[in-house]
C-alpha cells in the first residue's frame, strides 16, 4: 500500500462510523469506491488492523467488510499478498462478459469449494502447534481408526453441530469419504450383502465406488428425498442417502421419508449409510440433524472435509452401528493400517480452536452470495427454466428444455470453458435433461459471464 493511499484513505471513505451496521456501511463505501474508479484494479488496502486504526472502528469490522467483498467478488485476498482491488470490480459491458475466460477451475463445474478460502494461516499454526506438542511416540503405527484424541475433538464437534449421537470409540477416520464408501462395501459384501440401493439420480462417484462390491440398484428420488416406498419394493437391505442436501437435486430429505426409513431398516435388518453431503452449508436456515442422530443403530454415518476445506486433504470419518464397526476397523487395518497423523490432528486442532466454525461461517457469507448472484443471472439469461434445490451446498439443478440433449449441451459448454455437469449422467434410469451448475468457486462477476455464453449454448443447442 502506498504512504499516499495510506494518507487519504479515509477521506475516500465516507460513511456513518456509530451505532448497529458499520460493517455494512463500510462494505458499500469501499464498493462505492471500487466502483466509482477512486479505487483502481490493482490497490493494494490496508490490513484490517491497519484500517481499523485509522477509521477508528473495531478490526472486525473491516474483516468483515473484507470478507463479503471477497466473496463479491470485488476484492482479492491472498496469503503474503495482502487485499487487493480486483479486476473483477471494475466497470464492464456485456461485451466483457462474453469475452470472458476462465482462469482457474472450469466456472459452473459443481462439487468444487472456492480452494482460495481454504484457512492457510490458520492450517499453518494449528500444523505448527501440532509438532511443538505432538509426544515422539504419537508418530508409530497407532490405532488404525485413528488417534483417540483426534476422534475425540471430533465426536464433540458432531454431537454439538450435526447432532450425532456418537463417542470416539464409534469413529473410524478416513482418507476421505471416497475411502469410506469402499470401506463400507467390502465389509457388507462380507456379512452378505450382495447389492445396495442409491438414489437415482446420485452420485456416480459413490456408485463406482460401491460397485467394486456390490451390485447398485436405484431408488428414484423426488422433492422429499429418496422414495422409501419405492425401496421397500426390492429386496435390498442396504441403501445409501444424501438426507441433508441430496445429490444432484438439493432436495431435503423430509421428516415423513426419514421415520419411513429407520422404519424400513428396523423391520428389515436393513441399514442406512448416511452421506452427510453438503451439511456444513445451508443458507436460509439452519439445517436438520443427521439421521444417525435418530437412528444410530442401523446407521453407517460418513462424511468428510473435502467441500469444507479441500480435497487434496484426504480427510473424512465413518461411524457404524457395533456390529459392523469391528469389522470395518479390521479391514481398514489390512488395508493400510491407518490415516495421516499430523493432518488429522492438524484438524482437530483446527475445530478445538474453534477456527474450524470460522473459516465456515465465512465460506457460509461467501457462497450465499454466489448462489444468489447465479439464480439472478439464470433468471435474466434463461427465463422459463425451472431452477430447483433448497439454498445449500454448492451446487444447484437447472432443467432443461424437454427433449434437450443434455450430454450434448454439456459437453458443448465445456468447450466454451464451462464445467456444467449433465444430469443425465448421475442417473441409472432416463428422466428429464437437466445441467447440475456449480457456483461456490467462481465469483459473482465471474458467474454472470458463465451464465451468458451457457445462455448462448442452450439457445443454440448442439447436435451429438
Not at 448497529?20 to 456501511?25: I, L, T, W
Not at 493400510?336 to 457469507?365: C, I, K, M, T, W
Not at 444430469?423 to 428429464?432: I, N, T, Y
Request: aromatic share 4%.
Amino acid at each position: 500500500m502506498s504512504d499516499e493511499l495510506e494518507d487519504h484513505l479515509e477521506a475516500l471513505l465516507s460513511f456513518e462510523r456509530t451505532g448497529r451496521g458499520v460493517a455494512g456501511r463500510l462494505t458499500a463505501a469501499l464498493r462505492t469506491a471500487i466502483e466509482e474508479g477512486r479505487l483502481t484494479a490493482g490497490t493494494r488496502l490496508p490490513s484490517s488492523r491497519e484500517l481499523a486504526t485509522e477509521l477508528g472502528v473495531s478490526r472486525g469490522v473491516v474483516v468483515e467488510a473484507y470478507e463479503q467483498l471477497i466473496a463479491e467478488g470485488w476484492l482479492t485476498g491472498r496469503r503474503g499478498s495482502g487485499t487487493t482491488v480486483t479486476s473483477a470490480g471494475q466497470p464492464h459491458d456485456a461485451s466483457a462478459r462474453d469475452s470472458f475466460v476462465p482462469a482457474g477451475p472450469l466456472p459452473l463445474r459443481p462439487g468444487i469449494p472456492d480452494l482460495g478460502l481454504f484457512p492457510r494461516v490458520a492450517w499453518r499454526r494449528a500444523y505448527e502447534s501440532v509438532l511443538t506438542t505432538m509426544r515422539d511416540t504419537d508418530l508409530d503405527y497407532g490405532d488404525p481408526a485413528g488417534p483417540a484424541a483426534v476422534r475425540e475433538q471430533l465426536a464433540a464437534y458432531l454431537r454439538r453441530v450435526r447432532a450425532a449421537r456418537l463417542a470416539a470409540a464409534d469413529l473410524l477416520l478416513t482418507s476421505g469419504a471416497a475411502h469410506a464408501f469402499s470401506l463400507v462395501g467390502m465389509v457388507l459384501r462380507a456379512a452378505g450383502h450382495r447389492a445396495v440401493a442409491i438414489e437415482d439420480p446420485g452420485s456416480q462417484g459413490i456408485r463406482e465406488q460401491l460397485a467394486h462390491a456390490l451390485t447398485v440398484r436405484p431408488v428414484p428420488v423426488d422433492e422429499e428425498g429418496l422414495d422409501v416406498a419405492a425401496l421397500a419394493r426390492t429386496d435390498v437391505r442396504a441403501v445409501v442417502v444424501t438426507p441433508a442436501h441430496q445429490f444432484p437435486t438439493g432436495s431435503v430429505l423430509s421428516p415423513t421419508r426419514r421415520a419411513e426409513l429407520i422404519a424400513w431398516a428396523r423391520r428389515t435388518g436393513g441399514v442406512i449409510i448416511e452421506d452427510d453431503y453438503d451439511a456444513e452449508f445451508r443458507y436460509d436456515r439452519d439445517p436438520v440433524g443427521c439421521v444417525q442422530g435418530v437412528a444410530p443403530d442401523v446407521t453407517i454415518y460418513i462424511g468428510s472435509t473435502s467441500k469444507a476445506l479441500a480435497p487434496a486433504l484426504r480427510l473424512g470419518w465413518l461411524s457404524a452401528p457395533v456390529r459392523h464397526l469391528a469389522a470395518i476397523r479390521t479391514k481398514r487395518r489390512s488395508i493400510d493400517l491407518g490415516g495421516p497423523v499430523l493432518e488429522q490432528h492438524a484438524f482437530a486442532n483446527l475445530v478445538g480452536s474453534g477456527a474450524y466454525d470460522r473459516h465456515l461461517r465465512r465460506a457460509r457469507r461467501a457462497y450465499r452470495i454466489r448462489r444468489d448472484a447465479l439464480v439472478a443471472a439464470l433468471e435474466t439469461q434463461l427465463p422459463g427454466l425451472r431452477i430447483h434445490g433448497v439454498a445449500a451446498g454448492l451446487h444447484l439443478v437447472l432443467d432443461l428444455p424437454p427433449g434437450s440433449d443434455d450430454v450434448a449441451v454439456a459437453a458443448a459448454a465445456s468447450r466454451a470453458g464451462l464445467g456444467p455437469l449433465a444430469l443425465s449422467a448421475c442417473r441409472m434410469v432416463d428422466g428429464p435433461p437437466g445441467l447440475v451448475l456449480g457456483y461456490a468457486a467462481s465469483t459473482p462477476d465471474e458467474l454472470a459471464a458463465a451464465t451468458v455464453t451457457l445462455a448462448a449454448v442452450i439457445h443454440h443447442p448442439p447436435s451429438r
